[in-house]
């Protein structure tokens, strides 16, 4: 499994104040995908000028998780589930989605704390 990005992301019922302090910290806007999920969800995704990332995504709650993106979904998945992580008990947080250009899913640390993992589909 090669991990290719690793940030944080804010999952917010309003993310647009997120989204405007980050900008004042110097973030841009490089990429918006809207339409995810079966909630619609909007994730923008930023970077600031020495390369860090960070995305903001609305969502139904409140709570920040790390973003992994690795280049083998089914790996990464199976390596973290091996080594303490799990499946959220909520059964529409526990499915993976797959945007046609992504997949990723939810996992819960072994110490509660949150990851997406995700892989971006390559076309051929």
Do not use: W
Request: contains cysteine.
């Amino acid at each position: 499994m090669k991990i290719t990005s690793f940030n944080p992301m804010i999952i917010t019922k309003d993310p647009e104040p997120a989204i405007k302090l980050f900008e004042e910290m110097g973030f841009e806007r490089r990429h918006v995908k809207e339409g995810i999920g079966d909630d619609k969800t909007t994730d923008v995704r930023m970077k600031d000028a020495n390369g860090f990332h960070v995305d903001v995504a609305k969502g139904d709650g409140e709570y920040t998780m790390i973003r992994i993106n690795v280049d083998d979904f089914d790996e990464a998945v199976e390596f973290f589930l091996a080594h303490g992580c799990r499946k959220p008990n909520h059964e529409r947080a526990s499915q993976t989605i797959d945007t046609g250009s992504s997949k990723f899913t939810i996992l819960v640390g072994p110490s509660g704390f949150l990851l997406e993992i995700s892989q971006h589909i390559k076309e051929e």
